[in-house]
């Protein structure tokens, strides 16, 4: 184990990337098996809402920066994206419950098209950087066969140690997703040319404060996430020290890309990335919300999230809108509620009225009032001050826009309402 990047792997062979994102992949829950394939961090996620975070995860832009709350939201038009780089052939792909990836709504907030092919790697040209969101231990856990709906009103009330058990399952089923296409990298004779990165969007809860799924107060299960790099000429190590963040994700495969010589002289250099600075430089960068690379470098000492989601409430024909900001480290972390307590209540009590969990929350609905109540909060032991999350949160802030709004398909809802998502 070590407290940085180990030298050893400050530079090695890779002209591709493939970064697979399995949704919903809690870090305490990741198996050892993932975590020892490479160089594994624990990871603060930019959000706990897919939209937001798979937007600083594509750009190394922190949530204000780039402006995506929802899945009406656009990137801006300007934002460097992992899907921009220059002389890559670029995909994204979905295969979360092996759905069409035209389907997936992050095609809209990422702004990219779907590809012809919903494989990864077929009739792809090197050099390549491909994004693929896998199903993680995203809702329905287990071998459910159905939609994440109908799975929370089957199973409805039973113990959070049942969710747990079948989560684990799910998240088993998803390492061996990912270990598939590993071999077929080597199949295809890629895994000495290509940076693999294994990662999640955000966690999930599984019964934490009477609440299911990801759509809720903010909370360490849902903001810790994996980060393994796998790559032949990389160690199997686990770093010790500070925590890997979401916006560090593109400029750290950027920096990794730009070590190699394309044999076609083509750099993967793009707007955006902080390279070849000075340390207090970087550090200056990391703290105005740009990630940086952790290339040959410490990783810091602590990671912000953000969640604003808004959520209709049925009688009141009212929508209400949750929004929490957190400053995380490996001890704790320090949530903030950024919205009032009466909007949080309206919005759990329209879930305990129409929300595919709705079973669970009524029977454990003491614990879910203390949740959705509870304003400021600290877990752990954190070593940020309370005084210093805020004047982190406040710099961020400081640089907030608002990603371009856009409409949703009636296709795309559905499948947001299959994923519960929307009520």
Same mark, same amino acid.
């Given at each position: 184990m ?6 050893s ?8 990337? %493939?970064?697979?994102v399995?949704?919903?992949?809690r870090?305490d829950h990741?198996p ?13 996620? #930019?959000s706990t ?6 937007a ?11 402006g995506?709350r929802d899945f ?14 220059p ?8 295969s ?12 809209s ?6 590809p012809?092919?919903?494989?990864p790697f077929d ?10 969101r ?23 009330s039973? =113990?959070?140690s049942?969710y747990e058990?079948e989560y684990?399952t799910?998240v088993?089923d ?13 199949? *295809?004779?890629l895994r000495?040319?290509t ?17 299911l799924g /990801?759509?809720a107060?903010?909370? =360490?299960a849902?903001v810790?996430?994996?980060?393994? %790099?796998?790559?032949?000429?990389l160690?199997?190590t686990?770093l ?7 916006v560090d994700? *593109? =400029?750290?495969?950027?920096? #990794? ?10 750099? =993967?250099t793009?707007a ?6 000075p ?6 960068e ?8 952790r290339?040959?470098? &410490?990783?810091p *000492?602590?990671g ?8 209709p ?9 949750? &929004?929490y900001e957190?400053v ?5 972390g &320090?949530v903030?509620?950024a919205?009032?307590? /009466?909007?949080r209540?309206a919005?759990l009590g ?6 595919p969990?709705?079973?669970?929350? @009524?029977?454990?609905?003491?614990a879910?009032?203390r949740?959705y109540?509870a304003g400021?909060? &600290? %877990?752990g032991?954190?070593?940020v001050? @309370?005084?210093g #999350? ?11 826009? @608002? ?9 795309? *809802? ?8 929307l009520?």
């Amino acid at each position: 184990m070590l407290t940085q990047w180990p030298e050893s792997a400050a530079s090695f062979d890779a002209t591709n990337v %493939f970064v697979y994102v399995g949704d919903a992949v809690r870090w305490d829950h990741t198996p050892n098996r993932l975590l020892d394939r490479g160089v594994s961090c624990e990871t603060i996620a #930019a959000s706990t809402h897919s939209p937001t975070s798979f937007a600083s995860l594509a750009t190394g832009w922190a949530p204000p920066r780039h402006g995506v709350r929802d899945f009406t939201d656009r990137l801006p038009a300007d934002a460097p994206t992992f899907f921009d780089l220059p002389g890559f052939d670029t995909r994204f792909v979905n295969s979360v419950r092996d759905q069409p990836s035209d389907v997936d709504p992050i095609y809209s907030v990422l702004d990219v098209e779907p590809p012809p092919t919903d494989h990864p790697f077929d009739g792809i040209d090197e050099p390549f950087a491909v994004m693929e969101r896998g199903p993680g231990g995203h809702a329905p856990y287990g071998t459910f066969e159905g939609t994440a709906w109908e799975y929370f009103e089957a199973r409805g009330s039973q =113990p959070a140690s049942e969710y747990e058990r079948e989560y684990a399952t799910a998240v088993a089923d998803d390492a061996d997703r990912f270990e598939r296409r590993l071999d077929e990298l080597d199949d *295809r004779g890629l895994r000495e040319e290509t940076l693999v990165v294994y990662t999640s969007d955000h966690g999930e809860l599984l019964g934490e404060g009477g609440v299911l799924g /990801h759509n809720a107060p903010m909370h =360490p299960a849902l903001v810790r996430v994996p980060t393994v %790099f796998v790559h032949p000429d990389l160690p199997a190590t686990r770093l010790t020290s500070g925590v890997f963040r979401h916006v560090d994700l *593109r =400029p750290t495969i950027v920096d #990794a890309l730009n070590r190699v010589s394309d044999t076609s002289g083509r750099q =993967p250099t793009a707007a955006g990335v902080s390279e070849g600075q000075p340390t207090s430089d970087r550090t200056a960068e990391a703290a105005a919300g740009d990630g940086v690379s952790r290339i040959g470098e &410490r990783l810091p *000492r602590y990671g912000s999230s953000f969640y604003e989601s808004s959520l209709p409430v049925p009688v009141t024909s009212r929508v209400e809108s949750i &929004r929490y900001e957190g400053v995380w480290d490996r001890g704790g972390g &320090r949530v903030f509620a950024a919205s009032p307590a /009466h909007e949080r209540l309206a919005a759990l009590g329209g879930k305990l009225l129409k929300s595919p969990t709705r079973d669970f929350l @009524r029977a454990n609905l003491g614990a879910a009032i203390r949740s959705y109540a509870a304003g400021d909060r &600290r %877990f752990g032991s954190p070593t940020v001050s @309370r005084s210093g #999350a805020r004047n982190a949160l406040d710099a961020l802030r400081a640089e907030a826009t @608002r990603g371009r709004a856009v409409s949703l398909t009636d296709e795309q *809802r559905t499948r947001l309402e299959e994923l519960g998502y929307l009520s």
